[in-house]
């Protein structure tokens, strides 16, 4: 029989969609599409104190720029609070939870004991055995209460999809909490009661939540509910194998987004992250990405953030954009500048494509944008030492705007005449045509590095390649 998983993410919104997280909502949501099974997101955000609105927003925002499709309505687990504290109060019928009045005085002296005493669990267990009648009495009396899971597992055991065989000493754990004295529910009731009435039955989600894991076992067992399967990320680590951070750059997706990374790309660079395919394909879409997928194949060792390895994603997937989705994006950058794309389409598009395979960032790729309507406003120093401040350089260049207006009178303004104009005019001088091409990229953009000068000097007009060429000249030397 085909398995489905319905699988869900399940952020705390308290700051931005950090690429751990985003990994996590991914690899979810390719378990959901591969299998055939359904991709929820939950918004857990009982813990009013740091939840936040913006963030609520910001996360949403994040996966949808992702591209992450949901299936079925958002789970807002601040709504559900009533039904956390029915299942605690269900758990108390049954016995396998019970009320514990003992004041935060006093469990801090029984912390202080086991320590001590060097016990394993800090909480004694006292209420555990008190009387029905001290009970009745307690409650008469108005005394708050909390209310704590029986744990009397010794060992939980389960198979973690990634991890496979895991043991934990559950003698280690307290009996823990499940309702505060105030009434709220604990993370690990309501993450169970949410994650068992939407149906999910696997659970992926990074590694530092192994130890949540076992102790939502044992609140599904004692409700003799199915328990999902589990499977727990390796997490993402800066350079340095600590937690990825914004100490080491970036580490949201906005963050990513801002600094031109397209979300095809974070999504292929996060997936791999993650899971690793059968060949040695590195380029995906999230659709191929869906296709190759196979939840065999997660990885179990941490992975590290390594960034020269996503720009380079990057780029390649730079390659995949075309004019009608880049238009709108230059336009905006465009407006932005007071500028108008107006009757120059044609010429930027050309003037953007000579950059594509040169840039890492759609970021970096609409910025050069600038080159096309701006005359460069410095000139590198090592340029200009090396290519202007030689001898007659200055001579030279106003020769060759002479032989310019000669040659292009009549002509047209095309890459290969401008390359046949430069190299006779160099030739006729005795020289190799370098010692014109590097100055004269220089004058056009200001820099020692371009794209080919003569595709270049072609789209950006006689007209600017003139005006920028005189206006290099009292750089150079005479
Ligand atoms: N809300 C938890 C977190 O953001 C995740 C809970 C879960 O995936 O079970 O870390």
Redesign the pocket.
């Known amino acids: 029989m085909k398995v489905t998983y319905q699988v869900?993410?399940?952020?705390?919104p308290s700051g931005w969609l950090h690429v751990g997280?985003a990994r996590?909502a991914l690899i979810n949501y390719l378990a959901a599409r591969k299998y055939g099974g359904k991709f929820y997101l939950r918004i857990?955000d009982t813990d009013l104190q740091r939840s936040t609105d913006e963030s609520i927003g910001q996360i949403i925002e994040a996966l949808d720029w992702l591209g992450l499709e949901r299936d079925g309505e958002i789970v807002y687990q601040s709504k559900r609070i009533e039904r956390h504290r029915q299942v605690a109060g269900e758990l108390l019928k049954t016995g396998h939870a019970y009320r514990c009045f003992c004041t935060p005085q006093e469990l801090e002296q029984k912390r202080e004991a086991a320590r001590q005493n060097k016990e394993n669990r800090s909480y004694d267990g006292s209420c555990r055995y008190l009387s029905s009648g001290q009970i009745e009495q307690n409650l008469k009396a108005g005394l708050p209460f909390s209310v704590r899971l029986k744990n009397d597992a010794g060992r939980i055991g389960f198979t973690d999809l990634i991890r496979g065989s895991v043991e934990v000493e559950a003698d280690l754990m307290d009996d823990f909490i499940i309702l505060r004295a105030d009434g709220t529910p604990v993370?690990q009731l309501s993450?169970v009661v949410d994650?068992h009435d939407m149906g999910i039955n696997l659970?992926l989600?990074?590694e530092?939540?192994l130890t949540?894991s076992t102790k939502?076992i044992l609140i599904y067992q004692a409700m003799g509910w199915a328990v999902p399967q589990f499977g727990h990320l390796s997490l993402i680590l800066g350079t340095d194998k600590k937690r990825l951070s914004k100490r080491h750059g970036a580490a949201s997706v906005q963050e990513f987004q801002a600094r031109g990374i397209l979300p095809s790309a974070l999504n292929n660079y996060l997936g791999l992250l993650g899971w690793s395919p059968y060949d040695e394909q590195e380029i995906y879409t999230l659709d191929e990405m869906v296709e190759a997928f196979d939840l065999d194949r997660l990885h179990r060792s941490s992975a590290v953030f390594d960034e020269k390895k996503l720009l380079w994603i990057n780029g390649k997937h730079i390659a995949n954009i075309t004019w009608p989705q880049l238009k709108p994006l230059l336009r905006t950058r465009l407006q932005q500048r007071g500028l108008e794309m107006n009757g120059l389409e044609s010429g930027l598009q050309t003037f953007m494509e000579l950059f594509r395979v040169r840039v890492s960032t759609l970021e970096d790729w609409l910025q050069q944008s600038d080159l096309f309507f701006d005359d460069p406003e410095i000139y590198t120093e090592s340029g200009v030492s090396k290519y202007f401040q030689n001898e007659g350089t200055a001579t030279l260049f106003g020769e060759y705007l002479k032989n310019l207006d000669l040659v292009f009178g009549p002509l047209v303004w095309q890459d290969q005449e401008i390359e046949k104009q430069i190299r006779e005019f160099a030739a006729a001088k005795g020289l190799a045509a370098g010692k014109l091409i590097h100055p004269l990229r220089l004058a056009l953009v200001g820099k020692t590095e371009s794209p080919g000068i003569f595709e270049l000097m072609s789209v950006l007009g006689k007209e600017k390649v003139v005006r920028r060429i005189k206006k290099a000249l009292p750089y150079m030397q005479h």
């Open positions: 869900r993410f399940a952020p705390s997280g996590t857990e993370y993450v994650d659970v989600r990074g530092d939540h949540n939502q």
